[in-house]
C-alpha cells in the first residue's frame, strides 16, 4: 500500500523559505504525477505544483509560480516542494498527492488517489 509521508512544514516569517518533502514509504508505486495541494479552513482544497515522474513536466498555480518549484528525486521516490518569498496567504496545511490524472485535470484534487497526511506552513508577517 502507498503511504505517502510529509515533513518540513513549519513557522516562518514572511520573505524567508521552507522546503516540504514527502515520501512514499513503500515505495511500491509508480504513479504518473505527484503533486502538492494546500488547504485553510472551510475553504476547498487548492492545488499549488505538481510533476510528471516521466519527463520532468512540472506545473503551478498561478500564486505559486515563479516562487514554488517542485521536484523528484526518483532514487529516494521523494518529491519536494521548495518554497521562497513566502507569504501569510501562503499558510494553509499542505498535502502530498499521488496519481494518474489526465493532463486537464492536473490541478483537481479528485483526480488524484493517495494523499498524505498534511503538514502544517505558517507565515507570519
Known amino acids: 500500500q502507498v503511504q505517502l509521508v510529509e515533513s518540513g512544514g513549519g513557522l516562518v516569517q514572511a520573505g524567508r523559505s521552507l522546503k516540504l518533502s514527502c515520501t512514499n514509504s513503500?515505495?511500491?508505486?509508480?504513479?504518473?504525477?505527484m503533486a502538492w495541494f494546500r488547504q485553510v479552513p472551510e475553504k476547498e482544497r487548492e492545488f499549488v505544483a505538481a510533476?510528471?515522474?516521466?519527463?520532468?513536466?512540472?506545473f503551478y498555480s498561478t500564486s505559486v509560480k515563479g516562487r514554488f518549484t517542485v521536484s523528484l528525486d526518483k532514487t529516494k521516490d521523494t518529491v519536494y516542494l521548495q518554497m521562497n518569498s513566502l507569504t501569510p496567504e501562503d499558510t494553509a496545511v499542505y498535502y502530498c498527492?499521488?496519481?494518474?490524472?489526465?493532463?486537464?485535470?492536473?490541478?483537481?484534487?479528485?483526480?488524484?488517489?493517495?494523499w498524505g497526511q498534511g503538514t502544517q506552513v505558517t507565515v507570519s508577517s
Open positions: 513503500q515505495r511500491t508505486a509508480n504513479y504518473r504525477n
Open positions: 510533476i510528471r515522474r516521466s519527463g520532468g513536466d512540472t
Open positions: 498527492a499521488a496519481g494518474n490524472p489526465i493532463l486537464s485535470a492536473t490541478m483537481t484534487s479528485g483526480a488524484y488517489r493517495v
